[in-house]
């Protein structure tokens, strides 16, 4: 199978929404998160289609986030969102120096939680939209960062081979822009550690049989990592989502997510 994201490459957010619908009826733990990215997908996917017909230059990224994007996102965010969350986005939305909030996250400064959320919503689909295709990037290598943008990696998956007892490679997932790049399989995505017995492995065979914590003991840091060999349905981004009790479970062992998905977990 070809990489995920090429199979989408056009417009992958119908498959996203599709998704969250079906697991927000399936995990009620996470019914909340999914129908609030549910409802960011109408936003993000006509934010894709924008920048990608713009052809968006880098220096207007922030700007066209904040001002055509972002208020859409709060409107999303209060229409769907937990209450916590609409209070905080609304406060920052009022109060903030939008353009530069955005422009702070795309340098990968620190922001607040809502800060956070409000830049990432409305900027990551404009670097996704913006990222070169798996056939034109030079240099993608085993890097711990994304081979695009120099982003942290928010999970991993296991792609389908479409040859029979052949695995399909593991895949890191871009915390910014969603890029795909291949990485080995039993080495930690936060700091290279390849010593097998320093990366334990955690899994809940009953409620997520396609998905696992894959941990280090060196960095003490993790990531989700979904199997689309166990679940060809799953689509990784939004399964990560309502894998919640894994990082419950994970955080319990004392490891920290690499990078949050994009409801904070």
């Not at 052809?55 to 208020?71: G, N, Q």
């Amino acid at each position: 199978m070809q990489v995920l994201e090429a199979a989408v490459a056009a417009n992958p957010w119908p498959l996203r929404r599709a998704r969250a619908t079906e697991l927000a009826e399936h995990h009620p733990h996470a019914a909340e998160m999914l129908r609030l990215y549910r409802a960011l997908t109408d936003v993000q996917e006509a934010a894709y289609q924008d920048a990608r017909a713009a052809t968006l230059p880098s220096h207007e990224i922030a700007d066209f986030a904040a001002t055509r994007v972002l208020p859409n996102v709060v409107d999303a965010t209060v229409s769907s969102g937990p209450a916590r969350l609409r209070e905080g986005v609304i406060s920052v939305f009022c109060s903030a120096d939008l353009v530069n909030l955005v422009q702070v996250w795309l340098d990968q400064q620190a922001l607040n939680p809502f800060e956070t959320y409000l830049a990432r919503a409305a900027a990551s689909p404009l670097l996704e939209a913006m990222a070169p295709s798996p056939g034109e990037r030079e240099g993608e290598g085993l890097s711990t960062h994304c081979p695009t943008c120099g982003g942290l990696p928010q999970l991993s998956y296991f792609a389908v081979s479409g040859e029979a007892l052949v695995s399909g490679p593991r895949y890191l997932v871009c915390s910014r822009c969603a890029t795909n790049w291949i990485f080995s399989r039993m080495t930690c995505a936060g700091c290279g550690e390849s010593d097998g017995t320093k990366l334990p492995i955690f899994q809940e065979q009953e409620q997520f049989p396609h998905a696992r914590v894959d941990g280090c003991q060196t960095c003490k840091r993790y990531l989700l990592t979904l199997d689309l060999r166990r679940d060809t349905r799953a689509v990784p981004v939004v399964d990560e989502i309502a894998a919640l009790p894994l990082d419950l479970y994970a955080h319990d062992q004392g490891f920290t997510k690499i990078a949050a998905n994009l409801m904070g977990n």
